[in-house]
């Protein structure tokens, strides 16, 4: 038999990384040493005193029930409190904080809550993959806005189509940005809520790296603007800032009547993260962090010495403020893909094209700081030797 996949797959792209995936796997068949700068996954393991904490909870028979749908309270209570030390916005643990299982779930589930078929999802252009397969599902239109380096990555509201506008329900916005890492201040998200005010729209932030910055620099949460919590949703991630992709853990806060929509969702589909996780990720976010100190400090290393190099080569890269990304342009001459092609071939380095993650991030590479500082340098050394 064979089966026809339903519409909503058809429309949607391969995912990104599978397919940078099989083309690594390719070029190391062929017995070449691999750097991979592909996907942002953390090199580093998780904390020790993180991983104490899920021993000991996964041997507490209670945890092995069905987590409650909205998350365990204490964990709430803790996120909130965190968000409450780290950028002064106060919220309330019950109605305005849901667990998730990564952020990634819960983003990719908020558009079944809020869009019916034909409503608009303004995403930006180069992004994260899932806010434009998640409005897909949904049935929704994304219309993309493009993150331009003359507006320094962020999108220009003004510029966005009126017949698309008037269709629009959400806006997503993703700061500090994957994959361009560019931050955005307070005045930006100030017009954010003001243009959401103005237009109906729903604000969906996604504050996956507002924990990985350098130079003393503290990223703001959009939640800090006033009237933000009127208008919107955060979506926060234990993932880059505990080294914890795999443990799939994050939470949403923000708009109570959101965060409930979200819930409904979830509450149809999954059963909530492992109890024993959220345990785990209460100590995260409570103990010392003095981890994520040193995380910070072992990227802005990473980072010196990859932009120092590229710059080296001839290229005209921005040390970023935060995220484990730098975003490179291509060599004059070449595309995104031709030149991701090249460094992977012919120097066994792997990269993301720009124009993977939307079409205005043609022209540009990224390069994650998955690898030690030897590494890099060894990276750019192999790349200069390919005189692009
Ligand atoms: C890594 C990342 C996330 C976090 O994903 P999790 O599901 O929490 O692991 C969210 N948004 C962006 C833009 C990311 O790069």
């Not at 993180?50 to 028979?61: F, H, N, Q, W």
């Not at 933000?228 to 923000?254: C, D, P, Q």
């Not at 040193?294 to 120092?308: G, I, T």
Request: net charge negative; aromatic share 10%; with cysteine.
């Amino acid at each position: 038999m064979s089966f026809q996949r339903a519409q909503r797959l058809l429309k949607l792209p391969p995912y990104l990384f599978k397919e940078i995936d099989r083309l690594r796997d390719e070029v190391r068949q062929r017995g070449v040493d691999i750097i991979d700068l592909g996907v942002g996954d953390p090199d580093q393991p998780t904390p020790n005193h993180v991983i104490e904490r899920l021993c000991s909870a996964a041997k507490d028979p209670a945890t092995h029930k069905y987590p409650a749908y909205s998350g365990l309270s204490t964990f709430r209570e803790k996120a909130a409190a965190w968000y409450g030390k780290r950028f002064g916005v106060k919220l309330e643990a019950s109605k305005e904080v849901i667990t998730l299982i990564g952020s990634k779930e819960g983003l990719a589930h908020f558009p079944l809550a809020y869009i019916n078929p034909g409503d608009v999802v303004l995403y930006p252009s180069p992004a994260y993959p899932v806010y434009f397969s998640s409005t897909i599902m949904a049935g929704g239109e994304p219309v993309a806005m493009p993150l331009l380096r003359q507006n320094g990555f962020l999108p220009d509201l003004g510029a966005i189509p009126r017949d698309k506008l008037a269709k629009a329900k959400v806006i997503i916005v993703n700061y500090p940005n994957n994959p361009t890492a560019a931050v955005a201040g307070l005045d930006f998200y100030k017009d954010v809520v003001e243009f959401a005010n103005a237009h109906g729209l729903i604000v969906v932030s996604d504050a996956a790296y507002t924990e990985m910055a350098y130079d003393g620099y503290n990223p703001p949460s959009f939640l800090e603007v006033d009237g933000a919590k009127e208008v919107g949703i955060e979506f926060h991630s234990l993932s880059k800032t505990y080294n914890m992709t795999g443990w799939r853990l994050g939470f949403a806060v923000g708009n109570a009547e959101l965060v409930a929509g979200l819930g409904q969702v979830k509450s149809q589909i999954d059963s909530g993260a492992f109890d024993a996780v959220q345990l785990a990720g209460i100590e995260a976010l409570t103990a010392d962090q003095a981890c994520v100190a040193s995380m910070r400090a072992l990227y802005q290393e990473r980072r010196d010495v990859l932009v120092e190099g590229l710059r080296g080569l001839g290229l005209e890269v921005e040390p970023p403020k935060a995220t484990f990304y730098v975003w490179c342009p291509c060599p004059k001459g070449l595309s995104s893909a031709d030149f991701t092609k090249r460094i992977l071939n012919e120097a066994g380095i792997v990269t993301t094209p720009g124009n993977g993650f939307g079409e205005a991030g043609e022209g540009f590479v990224r390069f994650a700081l998955t690898v030690d500082k030897a590494r890099l340098a060894e990276a750019v050394e192999r790349m200069g030797k390919l005189g692009l």
